[in-house]
């Protein structure tokens, strides 16, 4: 079977004319006068346009590829014996009693009342125009928001002096939206690319806006290149080259200007420059961080080969920082090229079956093991708590990009639908207002007091889904007898599949408590065949032994 299809695809606005060979996607019969509705034939008209979904940052976009093992093929074990956290007593072991608040951090720890947090919300116009609901959520809810690249270098209205950003609105906007919401759970981080840490962004944000927590990124799991918009204007395609962004075609270039007035083109492409990861200049650049006066800082590292996650995984330990983020591939908020977004990259479950290697491996070195987070296309309360388990105990949070997006903007759009008085029929079963139709409204209003319709509509949704996700976690780790995230643990997981068992060691599923199985029926049955049951030896999985020299 093939894992995905090439050529057509909603997020490129393609399709086949007929059914498509397997391997090229292209149609069995590609006839001689169809106008070109696949990839392939859009691309012979638009070019490098089709590498993206459409249309550019008006959309969110995850990849379609169905991976050979994923959190699907693992299921959560559960149990109706005993408790970890709290007694076992049916009247205190209920699921509103699980603790899912989390702590990251070396020294000091940063509390969060929930342990998701938002992917990075960079430069993009998507990111810009949820920024505000999306960071009042964060605040609300307790947890971390995080600020992505290239919002400095991006701000029209940035200000440089000698090469070095001196102001910025756009970012002070963002600084300023979550810090009035705050209320000492969670934090804003600051992510910084090549062009950031040119420009001086770790620095701006740190002394002039207040931000504690500033996050290097490496990378992320969508991509592996840097981070690209779409530029609607001459005028602002030269302004970013300016700044020192590579900008495609050329803004400079007369000839490019003319078809560009022209019309034969829309818009310019700004890109990021690719990082390149040195061990000393890593030691270097934590350094100067926390000579600045950085309070925590974050690592974000994404879907690269095993001995990229191994650097990511020993520097982080070497350097004591407070935060890795590891993104597996499969996720993004759409605006990485979109077969690259498919086809490259470690999926998440791979990955993060890697990263429990590795961690364990330096565990048993007795080195620094820094607080981790897992991304890379969840959702759901299941993901996170197999995410959480697969990864345990090194996994503290996870980080929740396009999931938490798409219930801003759809918080959003059902707002502005009640402001017109359009709300659609399935909507309006629940209401025609607010607190009708947003199930935490009037508890949010209880709380906030006039401030209450300051929160955008936006936030309301990514807060109500987080709570749905509260109870969903809840629930989860009630039935498997863990009344706190701290006790989650690979044993609370068995794999379906064989194959699912041999990339994550997660013991399959008919394979799972056969001697304390055997034990029991001994014991009840007796006689020789319960005996020999209870001494028939078991595979048990053992880690690879991984050196990370």
């Not at 919401?181 to 620095?203: A, F, K, M, S, T």
């Not at 990009?401 to 959003?412: D, E, F, H």
Request: aromatic share 8%.
């Amino acid at each position: 079977m093939s894992y995905s299809r090439p050529n057509a695809s909603p997020a490129t606005l393609s399709r086949n004319r007929v059914s498509a060979a397997p391997q090229s996607g292209i149609c069995a019969t590609c006839l001689d006068g169809c106008p070109g509705p696949c990839e392939v034939g859009r691309s012979a008209l638009r070019g490098r346009e089709i590498l993206y979904p459409q249309p550019y940052s008006k959309i969110t976009a995850g990849a379609e590829k169905d991976y050979p093992v994923d959190f699907s093929h693992f299921n959560i074990q559960g149990t109706c014996v005993g408790a970890f956290g709290v007694p076992a007593d049916s009247d205190r072991a209920t699921f509103p009693a699980v603790d899912i608040s989390t702590t990251v951090g070396a020294k000091e720890k940063i509390k969060m009342k929930v342990p998701y947090f938002t992917g990075a919300l960079g430069s993009t116009d998507i990111a810009r125009i949820h920024w505000e609901p999306m960071a009042i959520a964060a605040a609300i809810a307790g947890t971390l928001v995080v600020v992505g690249e290239n919002v400095c270098g991006m701000d029209p209205q940035a200000e440089f002096k000698n090469g070095r950003v001196v102001k910025s609105p756009e970012m002070e906007r963002r600084v300023r939206t979550f810090q009035k919401w705050y209320d000492g759970y969670g934090g804003i981080v600051v992510q910084h690319n090549v062009e950031d840490g040119r420009l001086g962004v770790p620095e701006y944000v740190v002394e002039k806006l207040g931000v504690e927590i500033i996050e290097p990124k490496w990378g992320q799991g969508a991509k592996d290149i840097g981070g690209e918009v779409k530029l609607p204007t001459l005028q602002r395609a030269l302004e970013l080259k300016s700044r020192g962004y590579i900008v495609l075609p050329d803004p400079e270039d007369p000839v490019i200007q003319e078809a560009f007035q022209q019309g034969d083109f829309k818009e310019f492409e700004r890109h990021s420059r690719l990082g390149m990861v040195d061990e000393d200049d890593f030691h270097k650049e934590i350094k100067h961080l926390r000579k600045m006066g950085v309070k925590h800082i974050s690592l974000k590292t994404g879907a690269y080969r095993p001995v990229d996650l191994a650097r990511a995984v020993k520097y982080a330990s070497d350097a004591k920082i407070d935060l890795l983020t590891v993104d597996g591939a499969g996720g993004g908020t759409g605006m990485s090229p979109w077969r690259m977004m498919n086809e490259w990259g470690i999926p998440t479950v791979y990955l993060e079956s890697l990263l429990y290697q590795y961690l364990k491996q330096l565990e048993k070195q007795k080195a620094y093991i820094p607080c981790c987070a897992m991304a890379g296309g969840l959702s759901l309360e299941d993901h996170i708590f197999k995410a959480f388990a697969l990864g345990a105990p090194y996994i503290k949070a996870i980080c929740l990009g396009r999931a938490s997006m798409t219930a801003a903007m759809v918080g959003g759009t059902v707002g502005e639908m009640i402001k017109k008085g359009k709300v659609p029929p399935e909507i309006g079963k629940f209401g025609t207002d607010v607190e009708h139709i947003f199930v935490l409204a009037s508890q949010l209003k209880a709380k906030y007091g006039k401030e209450f319709e300051k929160i955008p509509t936006g936030a309301i949704g990514m807060i109500t889904y987080f709570d749905r996700l509260n109870a969903g976690l809840q629930q989860l780790m009630a039935g498997a007898r863990k009344f706190a995230l701290k006790y989650i643990s690979r044993e609370d997981l068995c794999s379906l599949t064989r194959e699912a068992s041999d990339v994550s060691g997660i013991s399959y599923v008919m394979d799972v408590d056969k001697r304390e199985a055997a034990k029991i029926l001994g014991q009840s049955v007796g006689g020789g065949n319960g005996r020999a049951h209870q001494k028939k030896k078991v595979p048990i999985f053992k880690e690879k032994e991984i050196v990370l020299a």
